[in-house]
């Protein structure tokens, strides 16, 4: 009834309808806002409009004052405009928040629309008007903003995505009554804001939700599950400790919902690598997240401001800070970084503050070379370590800052690192601090290559890392290299498959680690080896092991031109360290016990031992370390993953570490007086330790999985894993009362393993490998656990555990729980007495069917349909827009027959009770025929009556219900 909602005069149509609400001081009547610019005040019981309000501009919202005697609208030329109920005439008021006033009483400039706009009461002072937009157009290129407007001042506060919608928060939830507000709730695009009202400034609130885990992208991630208990309220203690400025000193005010908690409740973190250097901490127990704490790496480095801050660098660098590579440890809180610009920082784990003068660095040069030829003319290389094998080895002097970049007669940078450390004291929050920092410098005019694999370990206090250039192991207690072994040297003069590149070069050739791009989730095969003479480098994450396979640049979809094998010597002429495993092992097949080791993997599928000489328990900071390779190699298809120890029951041999504590702690009396422990400890059955025992060496390619057993060196068990594609990923995990081996496929497929019998146990298609984001940070973990990232801001977690999927209904949490209604706002005595209170209107009453009438049943039909919300955008236009139409005019008509249908009935009715009732009355003839008479009259007006009103749209039902009259009544 459009027509009757405008005015007389007006013969167009109002547009669509914007805004519908009714006033907070009486229900009964509806204020209507079309876009067109015209309000009407509409009264349910007369079903007539009381006042029509016009204005020039469209309009986009209508916000009530509280006593229910003005209402503000908002235009679309930047304008707001307050009415009074009882003048319609012209606004009230007419305010521009963002336009500029001119002179002479022109008109304000005009502006942006204001999209929403919210009027909100204060029982002590001004009102709130709260509006989205209306910014001037001269503002060219600003954010989207949230204007809030208190008395005098007006607050733009400026958001960093999209506005969709915005909500106030107030005291009452009752419209008629002081609403005064608190906070406001934003939605964005891409997050969440809550603004708080009631501290000057407007703060927002510390989200508690982690709504901004692609805050800076996220480059790796690892999964662990079944953590020390103290672990998580540990990170959480010191994370809430983190100056976060800006923020309002309120607690979160929304809350509703329970978290579920399932009786599979164990605790689990997740750590997240991200493009700016940093490093968050997860709680994702049962099947939460909640950040617990957040270390940025960039700290220890110099800020690279613009190019004149980083002479001869020649590295264009956009993330020189990224995280590339990280290994924890949850036993002794020992945490690993490896970042883009070949650099290795070593964090430990304090409760206290600390200030140290210098931050401990060590520069390391790692270079490639064929033969055991000196340094290029010209060039001067620092002093290296004695070589390997010695009894006392000279350790490399510790360095506080980087050294200064040295040239050759052409001009190349030489012996320095990618990034500069800080000099000056960093003062160090409790949490995540530094403990050593470990570079690769420029060798020959070439930028270091990116890490590969890194692994720690605290029980022996050493650090390990490899590139395609070689390995270094350092001893982070003493500060000092103990290893640094170039490709060729990796393998000793006893390796019956040595192997020499193709191309013997002198100079360095840069790999194709580090050159596979995942952020836009293709590769292109141009990126993986540069010149050899390029002195720039792309820098951009990739596949920790060197493994890519290829893509095709337009679809994402694998190449079946090339060969399965990606690391095969037709591809790639470097060798690089792929994987590395500290443990408590036999090195060689004549040693009698166990001893500590290091394994190596490279990408061409062969595992070196090397064997570790520690000092005595009390003389380990004074004595230095040794390492050396025991000569000791393995072969296997395919690139090295993965690398596990297994006792001789089959339980898992963990690496050793050492317990966290705090070092500066006071140590008890019975402490000091029994000497340091320093054994490896491990969670295991220990029998593996003793003199004679077996051990069983897990070794996973991605071609190929092997079982060896330790000492003898001989292959117990075997299996090919996949024949035309490659694993991307493979974990030795816990689950349930033993272990396997879980391992994801190139062709999407997840697969589990026993051990050490390497029986196949799951083998499920999942997920294909579209993009190389989720080759990246794919990983697994125990209970049958694993995740990766699905899109650049999403985390995925699946399980492989029907232990987890039984439980998973009871892990989920509910979203609503009940709240009890607060008390109505008091009506007061005057007010009811006057009729100044809020007047309630029994819609039921009004349109229920004590007074319509029961609905008939041709009215509302059940039409299945899409459903959803792209169902009804699909069905607003075109031909399924047409058909909704149709069937909603087939629905009216619909109603009416059923209407004429009641009222037919009840005539009917109405007749056989006359004729009835004069049956009763025993008339005589002349009685009986005019009762007859009367009955044909009746029934005929009926008929004439019907005909008269619907003839023209119902022929053939109102021919019908003649006929029937007709036969009733002769």
Not at 99 to 117: A, F, H, T, W, Y
Not at 544 to 563: A, H, N, Y
Not at 711 to 721: D, E, H, M, R
Not at 926 to 942: D, I, N, P
Request: hydrophobic content about 35%; aromatic content about 8%.
């Amino acid at each position: 009834m459009w027509n009757k909602a405008i005015e007389l005069s007006s013969k167009s149509h109002p547009g669509p309808v914007v805004h519908i609400s009714d006033n907070p001081m009486d229900e009964g009547k509806l204020l209507i806002g079309f876009e067109s610019g015209i309000v009407v005040l509409w009264d349910l019981k007369s079903k007539k409009a009381d006042y029509r309000y016009t204005y020039d501009e469209a309009i986009h919202s209508v916000a009530w004052h509280h006593e229910g005697k003005q209402f503000l609208c908002s235009h679309s030329d930047g304008t707001l405009t307050l009415w009074h109920v009882r003048s319609p005439s012209r606004p009230v008021q007419t305010i521009t928040p963002h336009g500029k006033q001119l002179k002479d009483g022109k008109k304000p400039e005009p502006c942006k629309p204001i999209l929403k706009v919210e009027f909100k009461t204060t029982r002590s002072g001004e009102p709130f008007i709260i509006l989205s937009g209306g910014l001037s157009y001269d503002t060219v290129g600003r954010r989207p903003c949230l204007t809030v407007m208190h008395g005098k001042s007006t607050a733009v506060l400026e958001m960093d995505h999209s506005i969709v919608d915005f909500l106030t928060l107030c005291e009452t939830p009752y419209p008629n009554d002081f609403q005064d507000p608190y906070a406001v709730v934003v939605l964005l695009e891409k997050d969440l804001v809550l603004i708080d009202l009631a501290q000057s400034g407007y703060p927002i609130f510390e989200n508690p939700y982690p709504l901004g885990i692609h805050e800076s992208p996220v480059t790796c991630c690892e999964y662990f599950a079944d953590c020390p208990v103290g672990l998580i309220p540990a990170l959480y203690s010191v994370g809430a400790r983190q100056k976060r400025q800006g923020y309002s000193k309120k607690e979160w005010p929304i809350n509703g919902g329970n978290w579920g908690l399932g009786a599979q409740s164990y605790p689990e973190i997740i750590i997240t690598g991200h493009a700016d250097g940093s490093v968050k901490f997860w709680d994702a127990s049962a099947i939460t997240l909640q950040v617990l704490y957040k270390l940025k790496t960039s700290k220890v480095f110099e800020k690279l401001r613009n190019k004149d801050d980083r002479p001869n660098t020649d590295v264009a660098d956009e993330d020189p800070f990224a995280v590339q590579m990280l290994t924890w440890c949850p036993g002794s809180r020992v945490l690993g970084v490896a970042g883009v610009s070949a650099h290795v920082i070593l964090y430990r784990f304090s409760k206290q503050e600390a200030l140290p003068e210098v931050i401990p660095m060590l520069e390391v040069r790692l270079f490639w070379e064929v033969n055991d030829e000196g340094s290029p003319e010209g060039e001067q290389a620092p002093p290296l370590p004695t070589p390997v094998g010695t009894s006392s080895p000279q350790p490399v002097p510790l360095q506080s800052h980087p050294s200064t970049s040295s040239s050759s007669s052409g001009g190349l940078r030489d012996h320095a690192p990618c990034l500069k450390v800080k000099t000056s004291p960093l003062k160090q929050s409790p949490g995540y601090q530094t403990e050593l920092v470990i570079q690769l410098v420029w060798v020959g005019g070439e930028p270091p290559q990116q890490i590969t694999s890194l692994a720690v370990n605290s029980s022996y206090g050493l650090v390990a890392f490899g590139n395609c250039d070689g390995i270094v192991v350092v001893d982070y207690l003493q500060k000092a290299v103990l290893l640094s072994l170039g490709a060729a040297e990796l393998h000793s003069s006893s390796d019956p498959h040595r192997r020499e590149p193709r191309s013997p070069r002198k100079s360095r050739q840069p790999s194709g680690a580090g050159l596979c791009d995942i952020t836009e989730g293709t590769v292109a095969p141009d990126d993986r080896c540069k010149s050899p003479t390029s002195a720039k480098m792309s820098r951009k994450l990739s596949l920790p092991t060197d493994l890519k396979p290829d893509l095709d640049g337009k679809d994402g979809t694998f190449s079946r031109s090339q060969s399965p094998s990606v690391t095969s010597l037709d591809r790639e002429s470097r060798e690089a360290v792929s994987a590395l495993h500290f443990c408590e092992s036999f090195p060689r097949k004549a040693d009698p016990a166990p001893g500590p080791c290091l394994w190596a993997g490279t990408s061409l599928g062969t595992v070196l031992v090397l064997a570790l000489g520690l000092p005595a328990e009390g003389e380990r900071h004074l004595q230095p370390a040794t390492a050396a390779p025991s000569g000791t190699i393995l072969r296997l298809k395919g690139a090295v993953l993965r690398m596990a120890f297994l006792d001789a029951a089959g339980c898992l041999l963990p690496p050793p570490h050492q317990p966290w504590r705090e070092q500066s702690a006071p140590e008890e009396k019975e402490e000091k007086e029994k000497p340091k422990n320093l054994l490896p400890v491990s969670v295991s059955p220990s029998s593996s330790q003793e003199i004679g025992e077996n051990q069983y060496a897990v070794i996973c390619s991605e071609k190929q999985a092997k079982v060896i057993s330790l000492p003898a060196q001989s292959c117990a068990y075997q299996q090919n894993l996949v024949e035309t594609s490659f694993v991307l990923r493979a974990d030795v995990v816990a689950l349930g009362a033993g272990v396997c081996l879980a391992c994801f496929c190139a062709n999407g497929h997840i697969m589990t393993f026993s051990l050490p019998s390497l029986r196949p146990l799951l083998d499920v298609y999942y997920l294909p490998l579209t993009n190389m984001r989720i080759a990246r940070t794919f990983c697994f973990t125990n209970n049958g656990q694993a995740l990766y990232l699905v899109s650049p801001t999403e985390i995925q977690r699946l399980t492989y555990s029907q232990e987890t999927c039984e439980n998973l209904q009871e892990m989920l949490g509910e979203l609503f729980t009940p709240v009890e209604t607060p008390e109505a706002p008091n009506r007061g005595f005057l007010r009811g007495l006057f009729g100044g209170g809020a007047q309630s209107l029994d819609r039921e009453e009004l349109f229920g069917e004590a007074a319509a009438g029961k609905a008939p049943r041709s009215l509302v039909q059940h039409i299945p349909g899409p459903g959803g919300v792209e169902g009804v955008r699909g069905a607003a236009s075109g031909v399924v827009g047409e058909l909704a139409r149709a069937r909603l005019a087939l629905d009216e008509r619909g109603q009416k027959l059923g209407e004429l249908e009641e009222r037919a009935a009840a005539m009917l009715s109405s007749a056989d009770s006359f004729s009835k009732h004069a049956h009763e009355a025993r008339p005589s003839r002349r009685h009986w025929h005019a009762s007859g008479h009367a009955r044909l009259a009746v029934a005929v007006f009926t008929a004439v009556l019907f005909l008269h009103t619907q003839i023209f749209m119902y022929p053939f039902y109102s021919c019908k219900f003649l006929m029937f009259a007709i036969r009733r009544n002769h």
